[in-house]
């Protein structure tokens, strides 16, 4: 186990590191949590930790100034602060890392993990080989398995290697509506939230034999052999979601090309359906026509049509649909907003019929 000490001057900082800290990083023991920074230091001294988890703007005491009480300091140290202006003065102080609040889960896991108190750090060189190699590997293993699943009813429109590969998929994405705000205004309750959101999804894309391919932390994007397994999979998700802790959830689907580059889904298809995913509200499910085309003679679903829509660095119009099965919203046009082009004022002149 790693000993550890938090040191911040506001609670629900420290509470919001805890339940992180619980969850994403269960090696780390939190021996005390410290409201002021001579607390901080008589905690120390008594312990004696592995790590400290130190705040740098604090009453009557900085976190420089009170690493300076200290002639060796024995521990490592990982700084958490909203201000990134101090990076450079930590790393003279031989910081171990250095967070931005609102700590982000992955870059708490890697800051974590540099605490080794058996062997001595490896160089920056060997670790960028190191997590150069393991990415490189585990992502054509999963890209491999994504194109054979896809295979199922969509096949490769170009066959080269692996990265050139060009196919079609139902694509489905996510997004927290007001996550920003949620985040300033409680982050113990914007951290439940995206737990939530991520252990439901996996759940419903996997039950669904979809695919997660990236976990933007407030938003998703899942990729899927049958249009209609999508539907399906955003209808669970969405009602999941509504029972208490309620995540506030838009969902966006299309049937798109993508293809796989360096490490990174791309594609039209991925972009068109980020674009629609930006017009709904809390509890929507939109979707385009070509998902449309494949579930309009399924009776399961009952679907509306919004209009088409200009969206940025899309080249035609799309036609949206919104889902309108009973304890679904569909947002009202008038109202919508998104990633959409913006309109001139002939546009309003001479509108198109």
Known sequence: MIKAIIIDDEVHCIDALSILLADYCPEVEIIEKCM????GIEAIRRV?????????EMPAMNGFELLNQFRDISFSVIFTTSYDQYAIKAIRFSALDYLLKPVDPKELIAAVHKVNLQKPMPSVDQLKKLMDHIQVQSKESHFEKVAAMLEKNFPPL???????????AAILFTDIVGYTAMMQ???ERAVTVIKR???E???SVSAHAGEVLNDYGDGSLSVFASATNAVHCAMELQLSLQKKPVVPLRVGLHIGEIFFEEGKILGDGVNVASRIQSLGIENSILFSSEIYDKIKNNSMFSAVSLGNFEFKNVSKAIEVFA????????PSKKNMEGKLKKRSWLDY???KQ
């Open 201 to 203: 999804l996996q759940h």
């Open 185 to 187: 205004q409680s982050e």
């Open 197 to 199: 959101h991520l252990a």
């Open 158 to 168: 170009q066959v080269n290697n692996l990265s050139n590969q060009r196919r079609l």
């Open 48 to 56: 004696n930790p592995d790590l400290v988890f130190l705040d740098i």
């Open 323 to 330: 889902l309108a099965n009973e304890g679904f919203t569909i």
């Open 349 to 351: 002149l001479f509108p």
């Open 36 to 39: 002021s920074p001579a607390k």
